[in-house]
């Protein structure tokens, strides 16, 4: 049965209810949070790789800067696009592109949340999806 798979499955998955689960790590030591995941140690307080665990983090923080980008040479993409710095509540900063195409509107600090957006389908026929990022409605 076809199911939504992730584009880059090692960075983040659809949860149960289709949102975005994004794979961050913590130091079992220190505490400390970091995202994408990773397996050298901690980079914190220098604790070996089998300290570290996978953790699960939200897809919400707020923007810390961004960029729109209008011209683009790559066939990946088409221009315009915005290319956006979030600070997640859980603690690390995640680059990703946002829904958003242009930066109208935009600004420093705005709420900002994860999804999946369609991006085709596999020879499966599975439904691939990348994550954005997107203003979030108020109070999320
Ligand atoms: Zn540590």
Redesign the pocket.
Known sequence: MPKRKAVQAELYSPDAAGNPCLNGGK?G????VFFPPQRYG?E????PPE?LEAVELRGRGRLHSYATVHLHQGKDIEAPFTVGLIVLDDGPAIRAMLTERTDAGLAVGDRMASVLVAAGTDADGNEMVELRFARAEAGR
């Open positions: 130091c030591t220190c505490g400390y901690c914190a307080c220098g604790a300290k």
